[in-house]
């Protein structure tokens, strides 16, 4: 059996084909936008950001591309939610890749989750209840006050990984809470008049955004967590909301559009797309933008 | 809250069990030890309430508290809010991750499943054809997979046949994060040439292996033996695997030897163009050297002979799979193009009739090219919904049996086959299945085959591959 040359046919070939990626001190690979957009503002040039997912997908229905293992091979830190909702590709790039900076447990492995107070953790586990993740719901980000607390963590992280640019992180770090600190008291300024308004929700993705904003989710379009809305559920909730009217129907910018523009048709409420992570809007460019225009679009909707 | 109330009550437990297992002789002392606890419980009971007008206090100025506060105190607010999750800590949480796959068929088929073939490809005592008419279920697996250390992982499979037979369908040990793209793999596991091959039976999108899967592996082709894999370090994703194995498989043949019967190479090139459209391309190559590898046929004289074979068998795949989707977001629609072509020469001795129950027993050489494969179309058109094509081709190419050709000999045929089929998922842990095909798998007949198939996922919901 000879499978030595072609083997080295192979190699040879392959390898002429390649292209050695951009050197920077630190790469690193954020499951969802808004990490990449966290890193991007903690870490300026001194890291490279690659994010594996926009705000047009669906992060529960993401798959474990070959982009995405490649890019997986070279990370030295992964920027992530955590908490499973990444837990349908990020294992297979984990042990595909066989990366060990990025494994569980190290220091490359970083899941935002960790550092904030989880919400709407379920007392029972069961897939009969749709989508449920044991952790608690994922969707921090749409909380600032959780951007902030991943920033003070995340910025530790890059100055462990990257000791020689730790004053760089530090520094960058404390402008960055600075200015959020100030934007986070100016969104809660502007979004008061939000506060007890009733709301219908596409996906359950939003508890952190109510619990920051007070606002009262009253119903969800999906009859449970990732399961498609019916129209018998649809049905439902219109006979609440005929009953106990809500003032706007929220989803995210990947979700489908119909189920709510149908029920805002039938009960005159405005439907609200949020960009729900960075890139969901064309405000939302970068984690300021994300709030500034998640607010906006609320108090629009809700005047 | 009730938190602690609950530590402080353990800890007059505590206090009140101590001295009263110690010392239960003594009344007097008893009655004065009574004295002591009924004040501490009255002192505790009053600290208890303090406190927790103290907490409704703090909980009633919680929200101007927010304003306020810096990081540390908004998190404590937002405690307040939920539960409080308990990790479990019982031995039980180390167990393995836990799987199971059930899935069953309705099979309507035109023709006999029982003298199936495909006509002109040597038989290889595997998986092939459309299985049993009438109602059967398809085969249960039940998986186990957990870390084992900080640089392993095994991963056990079990399949259970409708037959009622038991059989480890998969049985590895992988290493974790060797570093410098290295994965090893060790143990009985599905091979990583072409592109289908690795996938489990559950996640395919037809009801049944292609045409060309089914002649040149019987299946699937898994065996036991090494796997190592190189991910090269660029942003084009880059993937080279070697495998060596014992050949307990056809094409190999299980022989008792030291060394290997088989080996097998693959490199792999993927990416992304746009954020829409995604690929993989591959090309493999699987060496073995079978060894008294025999099967059954009925041959020219139209007896039931046993033959050998012993030689060596060369397969080469070439793969490539497209993936579709709307800025990178599967869950309304999406469109996925895959195919594969198989080449196999053979070269060798073939021993005709080795029970001598027709002409005779009688080795010559045997060489053979031939070659098949198969394209598929899958396209979700609405959420849960699927529609797919797949066109089978086989070509029967050259087979030469030497002196052995005047009863083993055949007119040249090329196989073909035509697969419909549609499906619906309610979640992304079931399917139900309706299948149309037209299987010309045999110059005599063809089959028209009806298949409604159910595939259901419980328990740890391993990451799907690309």
């Not at chain 1, 119903?219 to 967590?225: G, I, M, R, T, V």
């Not at chain 1, 910018?253 to 489908?256: Q, T, V």
């Not at chain 2, 035109?110 to 199936?116: E, I, M, N, T």
């Given at each position: 059996m000879n499978l030595i040359k072609p083997m080295k046919w192979l190699a040879g070939g392959l390898l002429a084909l390649l292209s050695v990626p951009a050197f920077a001190a630190l790469n690193i690979f954020a499951c969802e936008p808004e990490w990449g957009a966290l890193a991007q503002e903690l870490g300026g040039d001194k890291v490279s950001v690659y994010n594996a997912?926009?705000?047009?997908?669906?992060?529960h229905r993401v798959e474990a591309k070959p982009s995405l293992m490649a890019r997986a091979r070279t990370a030295d830190l992964l920027a992530c939610t955590g908490a499973e909702l990444e837990v349908g590709w990020l294992p297979i790039l984990l042990r595909q890749t066989?990366?060990?900076?990025?494994?569980?447990?190290?220091?490359?492995h970083f899941e935002a989750a960790q550092y904030v107070h989880m919400l709407e953790i379920p007392s029972r586990l069961d897939r009969a209840d749709g989508d449920v993740h044991p952790g608690g719901n994922?969707?921090?980000?749409?909380d600032p006050r959780n951007i902030a607390l991943a920033a003070d963590a995340l910025a530790n992280r890059l100055a462990e990984l990257d000791a020689a640019n730790a004053d760089y992180y530090r520094q960058r770090h404390g402008q960055f809470a600075a200015r959020w600190k100030t934007a986070v008291a100016n969104w809660e300024k502007q979004a008061a008049?939000?506060?007890g308004i009733p709301v219908v929700v596409q996906?359950?993705?939003?508890p952190y955004l109510e619990n920051w904003l007070g606002l009262k989710q009253v119903?969800?379009?999906?009859?449970?967590?990732g399961v498609e809305p019916s129209s018998a559920h649809l049905s439902g909730v219109l006979a609440q909301l005929q009953r106990q009217p809500a003032k706007m129907v929220i989803r995210a910018?990947?979700?489908?559009a119909r189920a709510s523009e149908w029920l805002a048709e039938r009960t005159k409420i405005p439907a609200v797309a949020l960009?729900?992570?960075?890139?969901?809007?064309?405000?939302?460019?970068d984690l300021f933008g994300l709030f500034d225009d998640t607010v906006q679009r609320l108090l629009a909707a809700g005047r | 809250m009730s938190f602690k109330r609950k530590v402080l009550a353990a800890s007059i437990a505590l206090a009140l069990a101590a001295p009263l297992g110690a010392q239960a002789a003594d009344n007097a002392e008893l009655a004065q030890i009574r004295e002591q606890i009924k004040q501490m419980k009255e002192g505790y009971e009053a600290r208890i309430q303090a406190l927790e007008k103290r907490l409704q206090q703090a909980e009633s100025t919680a929200g101007s508290a927010l304003d306020k506060a810096g990081k540390a105190e908004e998190k404590a607010v937002q405690a307040a809010a939920a539960p409080v999750a308990s990790p479990?800590?019982?031995?039980?949480?180390f167990n393995p991750e836990i799987s199971l796959i059930l899935s069953g068929t309705y099979a309507n088929l035109?023709?006999?499943?029982?003298?199936?073939r495909i006509a002109g490809f040597l038989p290889?005592?595997?998986?092939?054809?459309?299985?049993?008419?009438?109602f059967g279920l398809g085969e249960s697996e039940l998986a186990v997979a957990a870390n084992?250390?900080?640089y392993l992982r095994g991963q056990f499979t079990l399949a259970v046949t409708p037959e009622d037979t038991v059989a480890v369908e998969e049985a590895f040990v992988q290493s974790l994060?060797?570093?410098?793209?290295l994965t090893v793999k060790g143990g009985r596991f599905l091979s990583g040439?072409?592109?289908?091959?690795?996938?489990?039976?559950?996640?395919?999108?037809?009801v049944d292996a292609p045409l060309a899967y089914q002649a040149f592996f019987g299946g699937q082709f898994k065996d036991d033996g090494i796997q190592m894999k190189w991910l090269a370090p660029t942003d084009t994703f880059v993937e080279l695997g070697a495998e060596v194995g014992r050949g307990r498989n056809f094409p190999a043949s299980n022989r008792a030897?030291?060394?290997?019967g088989s080996a097998a190479l693959f490199a792999h090139l993927g990416g992304d163009v746009g954020v829409s459209h995604s690929w993989r391309a591959g090309l493999s190559m699987l060496r073995t050297s079978p060894r008294n590898r025999t099967y059954s046929i009925t041959d020219n004289l139209n007896v039931a002979v046993d033959n050998s074979f012993r030689g060596d068998s060369r397969l080469e795949i070439a793969d490539f799979v497209w993936k579709w989707a709307p800025n990178g977001n599967p869950v309304f629609t999406n469109f996925k193009l895959q195919g594969e072509y198989f080449r196999r020469h053979e070269d060798g001795n073939l021993t005709y009739d080795t029970g001598a129950a027709s002409a005779g027993t009688g080795t010559d050489r045997y060489t053979s090219a031939q070659s098949g494969g198969y394209l598929q179309g899958v396209y979700q058109?609405?959420?849960?919904w699927r529609a797919g094509l797949r066109r089978d081709q086989m070509d029967g190419g050259s087979v030469d049996y030497a002196a052995n050709s005047a009863n083993l000999g055949q007119a040249a045929y090329n196989p073909s086959k035509n697969s419909l089929m549609f499906d619906y998922s309610p979640s992304e842990f079931s399917r139900f299945r309706l299948q149309f095909a037209q299987d010309k798998?045999?110059?005599?007949a063809t089959d028209n085959q009806m298949f409604l198939q159910y595939q259901m996922s419980l328990g740890a919901h391993g990451a799907h591959k690309y």
């Open positions: 997912t926009n705000a047009m997908q669906d992060p066989g990366n060990p900076k990025i494994q569980p447990g190290q220091p490359g994922p969707h921090i980000q749409t008049p939000l506060k996906h359950k993705g939003f119903a969800a379009l999906e009859p449970k967590p910018a990947y979700n489908d960009p729900f992570t960075v890139g969901g809007s064309d405000r939302a460019k | 479990s800590a019982s031995a039980s949480a035109s023709q006999d499943p029982a003298k199936y290889n005592g595997g998986e092939i054809g459309p299985g049993q008419r009438g084992i250390d900080p994060g060797l570093g410098n793209g040439v072409g592109y289908l091959n690795e996938q489990h039976a559950h996640t395919w999108d037809f030897k030291n060394g290997f058109f609405m959420p849960r798998s045999r110059p005599e």
